[in-house]
């Protein structure tokens, strides 16, 4: 009957727990486990639920199994007659409540441990933006955008796919361990929610509004997550990467991350080799999600780049609508997500790439001057 | 009937105040969607067999799951309990007819128009409606695609549809059950109704007015869901899941219903604990009114009302295993046979408690933090609205159709039919819970190489439950032009007046009220 099937599904995954702990250990079948302490507790709450509800799975079915087998009216079995009982039908509401009260306890008590945002050591906000994170290190004056790494190819099949395919990102979220970190979460457009089920985090970002949440990371490793709320075409590829390492390596990470920042070279002239290559690059990761590798758009909502008025009109009318997108549309200003390179570079691939042969070389100080004749 | 010409054959159903003949079209509108919907489902499991882009991009394949999920809700399960609402509530109570006849041709009436609209959109110069069926703004509002203005006015018409289908149901039920049939003699099936028609009329109101907000921030400049202008995004979805918790209960009370009259047919035994099965349906549908931020658990939501709406929420367990035990106990020591309707019956009462089960474990927040939004959660709601809502519809249609045609449905396809449908959508569904422990979120068009297999699977599952939906096609088309004829009892436990009056069912029964003892 429909219960065999069941049963055997039954056996697999029980016995499974039971007989291969390694399973759950590495396998996908469940939960993971996780690095922080909340993230044990959530998965101790999330076995200790799913064998409450295998037992009483169990119980029913095997009754019900039972009726199913021997009290058929081809072996001849007549009907008994009952059809109320008032002791038996008070038990059966008074025994699961008592189990629902014994379940609520210790749940409540983690998820007032996990409201406990008090006492961190450092703060940092998260910004979803369509389709990528934005990390801001309060105390350390960092701040940088994470995009999905995966090459467009590998999405179309045009290449083999690589072991993190769609769960890797150009610039992870570095974090120290063994702190209690803040995660102030928000959003710039639409609802997002970050993810890690490693860390046991997810809390939605919410534009207009700031939640918070908090970690506190156990083990040095990657941990990797993906955007959780439908937030538009590209949901599926905004993955949430958490790099987590000793407060030695940290501390030099954030040493080399700001030196970094003051070797750029403001005033260096680019030749247009150095800007294609750049811009192709740059293109690829935030403009041919939409408007595709080979610059022809999709349909009315991302307008082809090849062949198209802005690129081939004024250099001028290009940048502005670059920086700051176009109201009412799926295309957003870019101005505070870019450097003046990857625009300018992003600018000029644009204008000579697929056939748009311009010739144009935008200057990263071109950017600059439009830029800020935005904010006199 | 004889015709003068086609287009009186047409008019007919057009102008029909028939009881028979709207629970007629009700359901045979249902079925056209359910293949419709199913389409939407293989397109999207097709894409999902493998990782990397297949054969539609990201922006139609959110298309897609709105249109699904819109089409089997709105579509698919609320018109069919109503068809099954429209033919045997009045022969069930004694009644002639519906209370409301015109009404109740009017909100027959304006669904097909609704749902042209709403599939309309995929025609349209832009995208379909593409934020998911749930349409959380400011996805659904600023950045709305402009066919989101017909996706309101779809909505706006399938809340009058309902809203019209309800009040009538609930006229019918409290005015014109027979002589003697008391309330507490009603039938489970028509109890369910009564309470699910409270329901509807208490929410779709509540959703009417959520589009209607949604519809004056994108064009009139209100901010009521844009914190810019004073609002809260999650104000939309406060209002979204008052309705949409008592939503979840009004596709599943009424399967209750169904399943509480085919499981005492076929244990030819009296249904245990009628009184706190009526009670239960009361309890749950009480309760759905005090859960719907179980929804909201990760976005946001202060600490008391996350203990708050955990605990409402695990306290509908309660009423739901009273059901549960009550079928199971109406089982036992019964005279069991295992006809199609009693198939899915049974079916029923297993793969819902599966699902009923991974609502526990949803509703334990902390938990609730590593399902919210990832294939656990689709798994566990297509386990109470595949083999629930719709396996309770099916095992409906089989149950009753032989009183509607006067014909036998053909047994042996009927069970092939069940036993395709039950491999079928738990080779889809049951994989998706793993999915989502390992980490896949919902609504992705493309995922990570560890989720490979079991997307493949769930994949050849669907189709498998897919196509064997054409068994059921194929069995009712040849039901109602032939087959052995029905007696007017059908079945041999069978209790209640429906199965008092001939098959077919003449097209007027109990003109004279019976008289119930």
Sequence with gaps: MALRGLFKKLTFIVGGFCFFPALYAESALNMPRGVTPV????????????????????IVFAIMLYAIIFHRKSRGYKAAKFHDHITVELAWVIVPFIILVLMAIPASKVLIKMNDTNHTDQTVKITGYQ?????????????????????????????????????EVDKPLVLPIKQKIRLLVTSNDVIHSWWVPQLGVKRDAVPG???????????????????????????????????????????????GHKQQAQQAQPDKTWTKEELMTLGEKSYGTYCAVCHQVNGEGMGDIYPALKKSKIALGPIKKHIDLVLHGVQGTAMQGFIDQLTDDELAAIITFERNAWGNDTGDAVQPSDIRKLRKGDES | MEYANPWQRIMRWVTTTNHKDIGTLYLMLSLVMLFIGGGMALIIRGELFMPGQQFIDPSFYNQMITLH????????????????????????????????????????????????????????NGPAPNFGWTFYAPLSTTYGPPSTDFFIFAVHLMGLSSIMGAINIIATILNLRAPGMRMMKLPIFVWSWLITAFLLIAVMPVLAGAVTMMLTDRHFGTSFFNAAGGGDPLLFQHIFWFFGHPEVYIMILPAFGVVSQIIPTFSRKKLFGYGSMVAAIAVIAFLSFLVWAHHMFVSGISLGAELFFMYSTMLIAVPTGVKVFNWVTTMFRGSLSFETPMLFAVGFVVLFTIGGLSGLMLSIVPADFQYHDTYFVVAHFHYVLVPGALFGILAGVYFWIPKWTGHMYNEAMGKWHFWLSVIGVNVTFFPMHFLGLAGMPRRVPDYALQFTDFNMVATVGAVIFGFSQLLFLVNIIKTIRGGKPATDEVWEGAEGLEWTIPSPAPYHTFQTPPEVR
């Design chain 2, 69 to 124: 999920g819109l089409i089997m809700v709105f579509g698919v399960i609320m018109p069919a309990f109503v068809g099954l609402a429209n033919w045997q509530i009045p022969m069930m109570i004694g009644a002639p007819d519906m209370a409301l006849p015109r009404m109740n041709n009017w909100s027959f009436w304006i669904l097909p128009f609704a749902f042209t609209i709403l599939i309309s959109t995929l025609f349209m």
């Design chain 1, 209 to 255: 509004f700031i939640h918070e949440s908090w970690v506190y990371i156990d083990e040095p490793g990657i941990y990797r997550g993906q955007c959780t709320e439908l937030c538009g075409i590209n949901h599926g590829f905004m993955p949430v990467v958490v790099e987590a390492l000793t407060q030695a390596d940290y501390d030099k990470w954030i040493t």
């Design chain 1, 131 to 167: 389709w990528k994170w934005r990390y801001d290190y309060l105390k350390e004056d960092i701040g940088f955008f994470s995009n999905l790494s995966t090459p467009q190819a590998q999405i179309q099949g045009k290449e083999p796919k690589g072991p993190y395919y769609l769960l």
């Design chain 1, 39 to 58: 993230s044990r507790d959530i998965f101790d709450l999330h076995m200790l639920i799913f064998w409450v509800c295998v037992v009483i799975g169990i």
